[in-house]
Every structure is written in structure tokens, then in C-alpha cells.
């Protein structure tokens, strides 16, 4: 599976922000997808998850009401659609996809998209 995010970008405080992550390879074997972030001297964390076969969602608490994730099966992409953008949601966006063969979890990860917000 591979993974390409595209987006990112600059924008003030209070704007908006589309990412999206397009997949190829052995897209058939995807269980889920999510975005995931990390801020300069920080872990990365969760933003967003989308789980294929439920079709169930979650939100880091920090972005609940402001972003929201959807999925493009036709186009075998997702997106992050990013508004009400604050200076903390400063970091570089990863794009992944997990896919379980029985008892393995395979995890794979996009090179990661900057989305900057100016106060």
C-alpha cells in the first residue's frame, strides 16, 4: 500500500485546510484509514480514524466539531476537511492505513503533508 497525502499548507488562524491521501497498491486489503500529526518536539498523535467495514469514525477530542474525515471509495482516497484552524493545530499531517491479515496489523504511512497556522 502506498500513500500520498497532498493539502497542506499556510493559513491565519480561524481558516481553512483540505487534506487528502490518495492509496494504490493493495488497496483491497485496507481495514482503515486516519490522519495523524506531529507538532515540532511532541509524539505524534491521533486526529482521525474512518474503519471500512463498520464505516465508524473518531475524533481526537482537540478537533471534534471542527474537522471531519471522510472516505472516496471510488477514488480509493480520504480527506481531511480542516476548519475553524488554530496555531496549535500546527504540525505535519500523516496520512495511514491499516490492514489485518488474521493476527498481523500492518500500519502504513504517507511522507506527511506541513499544514501551518499564523496567529
Known amino acids: 500500500v502506498q500513500l500520498v497525502e497532498s493539502g497542506g499548507g499556510l493559513v491565519q488562524a480561524g481558516g481553512s485546510l483540505r487534506l487528502s491521501c490518495a492509496a494504490s497498491?493493495?488497496?483491497?486489503?485496507?481495514?482503515?484509514m486516519g490522519w495523524f500529526r506531529q507538532a515540532p518536539g511532541k509524539q505524534r498523535e491521533l486526529v482521525a480514524t474512518i474503519t471500512f467495514g463498520s464505516g465508524s469514525i473518531n475524533y481526537a477530542d482537540s478537533v471534534k466539531g471542527r474537522f471531519t474525515i471522510s472516505r472516496d471509495n471510488a477514488k480509493n482516497s480520504m480527506t481531511l476537511q480542516m476548519n475553524s484552524l488554530q496555531p496549535e493545530d500546527t504540525a505535519v499531517y500523516y496520512c495511514?492505513?491499516?490492514?489485518?491479515?488474521?493476527?498481523?496489523?500492518?500500519?502504513?504511512w504517507g511522507q506527511g503533508t506541513q499544514v501551518t497556522v499564523s496567529s
Open positions: 495511514n492505513a491499516l490492514v489485518v491479515t488474521g493476527r498481523a496489523r500492518y500500519g502504513y
Open positions: 497498491g493493495s488497496t483491497f486489503s485496507i481495514n482503515g
